[in-house]
């Protein structure tokens, strides 16, 4: 993971008022070893991800599904939800996003993870614009 907080700064800087939350997605590849890996990734890496980022922070996460047409690029995904991109750069500089990067490093036996920053546009959380379920 090579993403910090700040070079994603001067890109979302001009964009502040279109933008209303903010997430980091997690993508794992598929681990050399998937027992080990599950292992690692549910007894050790959550719950320090849940320490580091606090009570007030969601984080979903998934695993990935194959089908017979497609098989998933990924195994696992996770979600770090961010009331405001100012939060998620106030986290990506810190000494616990340090600390999140080298487990998630750790845990990912199959290469890299690969890190995406998001931002959810203010349209979207207009009436009308509702996920759909």
Not at 88 to 110: I, K, M, N, P, Y
Request: proline share 8%.
């Amino acid at each position: 993971m090579h993403w910090t907080g700040q070079s994603a700064s001067a890109e979302v800087s001009s964009n502040k008022e279109s933008f209303v939350s903010a997430t980091i997605v997690v993508l794992y590849p598929h681990p050399q070893d998937p027992a080990r890996f599950e292992e690692a990734y549910v007894n050790r890496h959550l719950p320090l991800m849940r320490r580091l980022l606090g009570p007030h922070v969601q984080l979903p996460t998934y695993r990935a599904v194959s089908t017979a047409e497609r098989p998933s690029p990924f195994y696992r995904m996770a979600e770090i939800h961010f009331e405001t991109m100012a939060g998620l750069l106030e986290f990506a500089s810190s000494e616990q996003a340090q600390l999140a990067r080298a487990s998630a490093q750790d845990v990912s036996t199959g290469g890299p993870p690969i890190v995406l920053v998001c931002e959810r546009c203010a349209e979207e959380s207009r009436p009308g614009h509702e996920e759909v379920r």
